[in-house]
Nanobody
Framework: QVQLVETGGGLVQAGGSLRLSCAAS????????MGWFRQAPGKEREFVAA????????NYPDSVKGRFTISRDNAKNTVYLQMNSLKPEDTAVYYC?????????????????WGQGTQVTVSS
């Protein structure tokens, strides 16, 4: 099993940056595909970013491509989400996710692991 704990959320002005961290428990962290999702009030949870075991392959939706960067440090059991040029529409609770299947981490993470979430608020 994997337990995920996110940190790094907060309030930032539009155009600013934040870096989220997700610390994972367990000795098999490097076997999991890792991702980030977000959920805004009244909306469904949506995929934000994913990274493979080695960090050599990443994936983003068009809404964040070029502004967000996902990375991982397997020695520290941690995955990061660097968010730049933030917009008010990026306001949401951000969740860390882990799955053994690449196809699942790119969609809904069904059957995978979730963190508790961290709030990101971008003011205009």
């Amino acid at each position: 099993q994997v337990q995920l704990v996110e940190t790094g959320g907060g309030l930032v002005q539009a155009g600013g940056s934040l870096r989220l961290s997700c610390a994972a428990s367990g000795r098999t962290f490097s076997r999991y595909y890792m991702g980030w999702f977000r959920q805004a009030p009244g909306k469904e949870r949506e995929f934000v970013a994913a990274i493979n075991w080695s960090g050599g392959n990443t994936n983003y939706p068009d809404s964040v491509k070029g502004r967000f960067t996902i990375s991982r440090d397997n020695a520290k059991n941690t995955v990061y989400l660097q968010m730049n040029s933030l917009k008010p529409e990026d306001t949401a609770v951000y969740y860390c996710a882990a799955h053994t299947l690449w196809s699942r981490i790119l969609r809904t993470n069904d059957g995978g692991y979730w963190g508790q979430g961290t709030q990101v608020t971008v003011s205009s």
